[in-house]
C-alpha cells in the first residue's frame, strides 16, 4: 500500500525537551526514508534521511530511528529550540521520481 | 549554486477561469522536476514528474496538466479552475538518476479558488 502515515497531527514541547515524530508504513519497497523541515510560507527542505539497512542516524540534534520489521521509523529532535517550530514531514521512496509523504506534523517549541 | 524560481507567491482566481504557474531551475542540467499540491492536513501529494523535456509523467487524475518546454523549466496549467484546486503548490528538483532522492523545493504559489 503507497501510505505513510504519520502522528501526531501537532506537538507542543517545552525548550530543551525531546520532541518525538512518528511514521509507519506498508509497503517493504519502499528504499529511502527522508524527514523534511517547513517553515510556514517556504517549501520543505531536506533535514536528514536514512535507508533501510540502518537502525539509526544522527546529524546533530536529529536522530532518525528506524525498525524494519515493524515497519515504522521516528524522528527525535533532542534539546529541542523555538527555532525548531516548523511543520516536519516523513516521507518514503517508493521508486524513482516518486516520495510518499506523510501527513505533516506541525511542532511548537515553547520558550 | 542551484536555485529554484516559483511564481507567483500567492494567487487568487474564480472557477473556471485558467491557470498557468512556472517553475524554473537554474545551476543545474537536466534535472529531473515536479510538481507537488500541499493541501491542508494533508501533506505533500506528487501530482506530476518529469525526467526530461517533454517527458511527463502524471502521477493523479485530475483538472490539472504539465508541461517542460525547456530543460530546466516546468509549467502548471489547467484549463478551468476547480473549488477543490486550491492548495499551495510547490515546485522541486533532482538531480540523477536515483529520482527525487534528494529534493529541493521552491517556495510556493498559495492558490486559492473562489
Known amino acids: 500500500q503507497q501510505q505513510v502515515k504519520q502522528s501526531p497531527q501537532s506537538l507542543i514541547v517545552q525548550k530543551g525537551g525531546i520532541s518525538i515524530i512518528n511514521c509507519a508504513y506498508e509497503n517493504t519497497a519502499f528504499d529511502y526514508f527522508p524527514w523534511y523541515q517547513q517553515f510556514p510560507g517556504k517549501g520543505p527542505a531536506l533535514l536528514i534521511a536514512i535507508r533501510p539497512d540502518v537502525s539509526e542516524k544522527k546529524e546533530g540534534r536529529f536522530t532518525i530511528s528506524f525498525n524494519k520489521s515493524a515497519k515504522q521509523f521516528s524522528l527525535h529532535i533532542m534539546d529541542s529550540q523555538p527555532g525548531d517550530s516548523a511543520t516536519y514531514f516523513c516521507a518514503a521512496r517508493a521508486g524513482p521520481g516518486k516520495l510518499i509523504f506523510g501527513q505533516g506534523t506541525t511542532l511548537q517549541v515553547k520558550p | 549554486s542551484q536555485t529554484i524560481h516559483q511564481w507567483p507567491a500567492t494567487l487568487v482566481q474564480p472557477v473556471g477561469s485558467p491557470l498557468s504557474l512556472e517553475c524554473t531551475v537554474e545551476g543545474t542540467s537536466n534535472p529531473n522536476l515536479y510538481w507537488y499540491r500541499q493541501a491542508a492536513g494533508r501533506g505533500l501529494q506528487l501530482l506530476f514528474y518529469s525526467v526530461g523535456i517533454g517527458q511527463i509523467s502524471s502521477e493523479v487524475p485530475q483538472n490539472l496538466s504539465a508541461s517542460r518546454p525547456q530543460d530546466r523549466q516546468f509549467i502548471l496549467s489547467s484549463k478551468k479552475l476547480l473549488l477543490s484546486d486550491s492548495g499551495f503548490y510547490l515546485c522541486?528538483?533532482?538531480?540523477?538518476?536515483?529520482?527525487?532522492?534528494?529534493?529541493?523545493f521552491g517556495s510556493g504559489t498559495q492558490l486559492s479558488v473562489l
Open positions: 522541486a528538483w533532482s538531480v540523477g538518476d536515483t529520482g527525487g532522492e534528494k529534493l529541493f
